[in-house]
């Protein structure tokens, strides 16, 4: 069983920055696949970026080159750095863990711990 806590939102105006963090808790952290899901008002909840090993890294096209996932498993967190963020990144992020892969995944369903979300609002 993992819980997952995510911090870090708030409200920021476009071309600004935030960096989220969701700390978990147990022991085997490391042996876990992380990764950010977002979903706007009205919308289904979107892939953000995924993280299997230190160096293994994927991103959403929306999102990439703007925003850069890590994690510390000394400190049983992963964070996720927006930058150059505009009103469509404006959402509720959430925090997912799942089996550790080779890949990183991009499906909801590849995860089975979620935490309960930080809102991100983007102001024009």
């Known amino acids: 069983q993992v819980q997952l806590v995510e911090s870090g939102g708030g409200l920021v105006q476009a071309g600004g920055s935030l960096r989220l963090s969701c700390a978990a808790s147990?022991?085997?952290?490391?042996?876990?696949?992380m990764a950010w899901f977002r979903q706007a008002p009205g919308k289904e909840r979107e892939f953000v970026a995924a993280?299997?090993?230190?160096?293994?890294?994927y991103y959403a096209g929306s999102v990439g080159g703007r925003f850069a996932i890590s994690r510390d498993n000394s400190k049983n967190t992963v964070y996720l750095q927006m930058n150059s963020l505009q009103p469509e990144d404006t959402a509720v992020y959430y925090c997912a863990a799942g089996p550790l892969t080779l890949i990183p995944r991009a499906a909801a369903n590849d995860y089975n711990y979620w935490g309960q979300g930080t809102q991100v609002t983007v102001s024009s």
């Open positions: 147990g022991r085997t952290f490391s042996t876990y696949a």
């Open positions: 993280i299997s090993r230190i160096t293994s890294t």
